[in-house]
C-alpha cells in the first residue's frame, strides 16, 4: 500500500472515494450538510456514513467517519479512524481513496501522520495464506491512500515513520498466527538471518550443538523432547557508542507449549502456537528499528524452543544449569518461559545494556489481573518503567506496573537449588518475574508480560482483528524514540 501526503482540502479535489474525518457536532460545509437529514451522522466515535455528493463536491463517493468530541482525539482515536476507513475503503472496492480532516485536530501533525500510517497499515491487515477459498473483500486490497493535510512535510515524515511501524506489527502479527508446525525455532532462526540480509543486521543463530558447548542448559532443557530443535538468535543493530544507548530486546519464543509433562488441557492448548509472541514483538521491532534507522545500539534476542512432553522431556523434579551457571529447580514443566528467558537474559549482560526490556506470553494470571487492555510490566528500575508507560500511553499500547519487591524474589528461592520455576499460584505473575530478574545482574531491567494482549479471540479496536497482535512493536519504538543515555 502507498500513502501519500498533498496539500488542500478532501472535498475539492476529484477522487473515486474522499474520506473526511468529522469530530461530533461540528458543523458540515453546506455542501454536505445539504445531502443529509441532520439526525444520519452525527460525528459519534467511528460512525460512518457513505454520500454520492453528485455535483454539491468533487469526490463521486464521500465518507464521513466520526472521530468523537473534539477534545478527546488522541493518537489513538486516529488510528482507530484510519482502520476503519481503510476496511470501509475495502468493503467499498476501492483501490484508492483520499483522506482529509474536517477540521484538523490539535495533535502534532507528525504525530498525526503517524497514527495515521499506523491505523491503515493495520487495519489493512489479515493472515489469509491458509484459504483456499477467498470471499470478495478478502480478494481486494486498498493499494493507495493520499492524506490532506496543512503540514504536507511533518505529516509526510510522520507518515513514513506510521508505515515503517505498521509493517512491523504486520510482520509481527504473521509471525504470530503462523501454525506452530510452521513456526519451529529453525523457521525463526531463518527469519532472523532474512532480517541480516535484508537490513543489515549482524545475525548469530546458535543451533543445538553450540547450545550444548556454550551451555544453554535452560533452552536445551525446555526443548529436549521436540524434533523441533531449539535455537537461540542475536539481531544487532548498530554498534555500542558513547553518543548513543544500547538496548537488549528479549523476547520468549515458545514455538508451541504443550505444557511438556505438565500437559495442559485442551482447551489451554489451543492457541499455544501464539507462545512465541514475545520473540514476535523483537522480530516487529529490529525490523521497524532498522528500517527508521534510530539513532542507537539495539540488540534483539530470542530463545526459541518447543515444549513438548516424551520420553526425552525434561521432568518435574529435575535440576537444570542455566547459561548463567545458576541451578533451576522444575517444579512444573508448563512454567517454561522463564526458564528458557533465563538464558536470553544472562546472554544480554554480555552487551553492558543500558536496559534490557524482555517480552513474554508468560503467565495465565496476567490475562485474569489485567485482561486484553494492558501488559504488566514488572521492573528493576523506576526509570525505565516509568518510559514504559508514558510510551504505553503515547503509543496505544498500556502496560500497567507490578512490583517487584524483595518478599516476591524470596517465594522463588528453592530448597534444593538455586531458583525454582514455580512461586505457587498466590502473585502468579509476579513471582514469575522475579525469576526472571534474577539473571539480568545489576542492569536496568523490564520485564513486559503480554500473555493477556498478544492473542485476542475478540477484537476491542478497529484496527485489531482475531488472533496474533504483534502487540509491544509500538511500544518499544515509541520508548527508544525519546530514549537518550
Ligand atoms: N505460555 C503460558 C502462559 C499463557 C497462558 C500465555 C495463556 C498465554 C495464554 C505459560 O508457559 C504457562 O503455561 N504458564 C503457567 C505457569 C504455571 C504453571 C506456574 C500458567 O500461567 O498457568
Ligand atoms: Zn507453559
Ligand atoms: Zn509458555
Known sequence: MEIKVTGGAVLDHESDLAVLAVCEDASLPQSVAGLIEPKDFNGKMKKALLLYPGSAASPRRLLLIGMGKPDKVRAETLREVAAVAIKEARNLQADAFSFGFLDQPGLDAEKTGQALAEGFEMGAYRYLPYKTELKDEEKFSVSDVTVYSKDEKKTGTGLAAGQIIGRGVAFARDLVNGPGGKVTPAFLGEEAEALGRNLGLNVTVLG???????????????????????????????????????????GKGLTFDSGGLNIKPAEAMEMMKSDMGGSAT??????????????????????????????????????????????????????????????????AQRYKPDA??????????????????????MATDQTLADRLIAAGEESGERVWQLPLWEEYHEMVKSEIADLKNLGGRAAGSITAGA???????????????????????????????????????????????????
Open 208 to 250: 543445538p550443538d553450540q547450545l550444548v558447548k556454550q551451555g544453554f542448559g535452560g533452552i536445551l532443557a525446555v526443548g529436549s523432547a521436540s524434533v523441533n530443535e531449539p535455537r537461540f538468535i542475536v539481531m544487532e543493530y548498530g554498534k555500542a557508542s558513547e553518543k548513543w544507548p544500547t538496548v537488549c530486546l528479549v
Open 282 to 347: 523483537v522480530f516487529g521491532a529490529m525490523q521497524a528499528i532498522a528500517e527508521l534507522k534510530l539513532p542507537l545500539h539495539a540488540v534483539g534476542i530470542v530463545s526459541a524452543a518447543e515444549n513438548m512432553p516424551g520420553s526425552k522431556a525434561y521432568r518435574p523434579g529435575d535440576v537444570v544449569k542455566s547459561l548463567s551457571g545458576k541451578t533451576i529447580e522444575i517444579l512444573n514443566t508448563d512454567a517454561e518461559g522463564r526458564v528458557i528467558l533465563s538464558d536470553g537474559l544472562f546472554y
Open 356 to 377: 534490557i526490556i524482555e517480552f513474554s506470553t508468560l503467565t495465565g494470571a496476567m490475562i485474569i489481573a489485567l485482561g486484553a487492555h494492558a501488559s504488566g510490566v
Open 435 to 485: 525469576f526472571l530478574a534474577a539473571f539480568v545482574g545489576d542492569y536496568p531491567f523490564a520485564h513486559v508480560d503480554i500473555a493477556g494482549t498478544g492473542w485476542l479471540d475478540k477484537p476491542n479496536k478497529s484496527y485489531q482483528e482475531k488472533g496474533g497482535q504483534g502487540v509491544g512493536v509500538r511500544l518499544v519504538v515509541e520508548m527508544l524514540n525519546n530514549f537518550k543515555k
